[in-house]
């Protein structure tokens, strides 16, 4: 059964960078589309970045383009989000998800399978 786990988040001044890591056990990654999500309370689930199997095409949330970066390492089995330029808005729990084999990723939540049990990132202004 696979199992993903996000770690890195924690509380930082606005302005400042992040780097999440969400490790993935219970099957290799090299053949799975990845992506990070963010939900505040009482709102939806929402995209912020996501990387195709072959871990060449990248995309981002508009809001988040230009200032992070969505990598992943097959021989670690983990896939990392790079964020610069944190703001108060970004506060959130961010979680990592992965899709079906082979797909390509999506925007949407509901077509990824599995999920991890999400970090906090929390930005003080």
């Known amino acids: 059964q696979v199992r993903l786990v996000e770690s890195g988040g924690g509380l930082v001044q606005g302005g400042g960078s992040l780097r999440l890591t969400c490790t993935v056990s219970?099957?290799?990654?090299?053949?799975?589309?990845l992506a990070w999500f963010r939900q505040a309370p009482g709102k939806e689930r929402e995209f912020v970045a996501s990387?195709?199997?072959?871990?060449?095409?990248?995309d981002y949330a508009d809001s988040f383009r230009g200032r992070s970066s969505i990598s992943k390492d097959n021989s670690k089995s983990a896939v990392f989000l790079q964020i610069d330029n944190l703001r108060p808005e970004d506060t959130s729990v961010y979680f990592c998800?992965?899709?079906?084999?082979?797909?390509?990723?999506?925007?949407?939540?509901?077509?990824?399978?599995?999920w991890g049990q999400g970090t906090q990132v929390t930005v003080s202004s």
């Open positions: 998800g992965i899709g079906p084999r082979f797909f390509p990723p999506s925007t949407t939540p509901r077509q990824y399978t599995d």
């Open positions: 219970g099957r290799p990654i090299d053949d799975y589309p």
């Open positions: 990387i195709n199997w072959q871990g060449i095409e990248t």
